[in-house]
């Protein structure tokens, strides 16, 4: 195996649903490093765990020695994304807000309104492609936290769903939340990409510039390899058998994969997909497969693949290319997957 293969890490888009699972982490680490019985270079470290309903994996290429502490501290960042934005915890952020009576002001932290801010200017440049209070039509088609039973919604039902539905319902204001309507929150489409943030900006306050941060998929990397290269993933089809569709060198930026492949219904011979248009309240019915987007943070980069991932891949590029987003997509095609990028992503492919 060449120093170059060595250096591949795996990123999977099949299975978990509408995000991207990382697979074989933990052989492609090893494979990655390379340093058994190595007594000098830097210090590798690795820290893995659970935290919000999925996995994490970081690996610091250390040339200084790091904190005794830091898995706790590592811990402690993630746990403020987990109680602020779960909307599984009682005592959230979020669910103390998708409580609060219409027109009442809420008082938020700095993180859950870093999110919002977020979330709203994607809002806004996606024309509605992306609406965290989509969820009461996730619900309807039985995609939410309970399964539903493969029906296709009654047009009225749709309707009232909608009406339950709509960022612009939400006021934020110095700190300040509140809504003029009753609509719900869920941030599972940013929250983790923030967190991924948050753990990288804590290794950059702690001098450690060199790693790679993964939370269920979605990722950040800084710095250098062991062998002082770009960090190499492995984007793969979203196919039963994995297949590697295209090798990329990354540092100092943000990444995250949206797909549509295994969370459907089918009724009478027409495929439903788990991921709702929040502007018509129905399932997208375009070829896109899979999207992934870069981005300075993977707070945008996680908020914009689901954005693309509804818009599809026309329209989806458009707005990549008035933005300036490095974006590569997969539609599906007879023969299988064609892959389409944005301008801004094609140094990205000149690498190979």
């Known amino acids: 195996m060449t120093s170059v293969d060595k250096s591949i890490l795996a990123l999977t888009l099949t299975g978990l649903g509408q995000r991207a699972s990382f697979l074989l982490y933990a052989l492609a680490l090893f494979c990655l490093l390379g340093l058994t019985g190595c007594d000098s270079g830097p210090e590798i470290i690795k820290i893995s765990g659970s935290k919000m309903g999925t996995t994490y994996h970081i690996t610091v290429v250390a040339d200084q020695p790091a904190p005794d502490d830091l898995a706790e501290r590592i811990d402690a ?19 103390k807000f998708n409580a609060l009576p219409i027109d009442t002001s809420q008082q938020i932290s700095t993180d859950f309104a870093h999110v ?65 309507s ?5 941030l ?10 948050l753990v990288a900006d804590l290794l950059e306050m702690l001098a450690l510039p ?22 190499r993933i492995a984007v793969e089809q979203p196919s039963v058998i994995p297949q590697v569709q295209r090798i990329i060198e990354l540092g100092d ?12 219904f089918k009724v009478d011979g027409v495929r439903y997909s788990h991921t709702i248009d929040p502007r018509t309240g129905r399932p997208i019915t375009h ?38 987003l490095p974006v590569y997509m997969l539609v599906n095609v007879e023969s299988g997957f064609k892959a389409v990028s944005s301008s801004a992503f094609d140094p990205y492919l000149n690498d190979q």
Request: charged share 20%; glycine share 10%; aromatic share 8%.
């Open 77 to 95: 960042a993630l746990d403020v994304v987990d109680l602020s934005m779960s909307t599984y915890k009682a005592e959230s952020e979020i669910s």
């Open 116 to 180: 919002l801010k977020v979330s709203e200017t994607v809002w806004r440049q996606s024309n509605g492609a992306f609406d965290p209070t989509v969820g009461p039509l996730v619900d309807l088609w039985g995609f939410g936290p309970v399964p539903g039973d493969d029906v296709v919604p009654a047009d009225d039902q749709i309707d009232r769903a909608l009406a339950s539905t709509g960022f612009q319902h939400m006021q934020l204001s110095e700190g300040q939340i509140s809504k003029t």
């Open 182 to 186: 009753p609509v719900r929150l869920d």
């Open 188 to 197: 599972s489409a940013v929250a983790k990409g923030y967190a991924v943030d």
């Open 210 to 231: 060199d790693y790679l941060v993964e939370v269920g998929g979605e990722m950040r990397l800084g710095g250098s390899n062991t062998q002082g290269k770009p960090w």
């Open 253 to 264: 930026v943000a990444m995250a994969t949206s797909g549509d492949y295994r969370n459907y």
């Open 287 to 324: 070829s896109l497969a899979s999207v992934t987007v870069l981005a300075p943070t993977c707070a945008e980069a996680d908020a914009w693949a689901t954005a693309l991932s509804v818009l599809g891949a026309e329209q989806g590029l458009a707005v990549a290319e008035q933005l300036n």
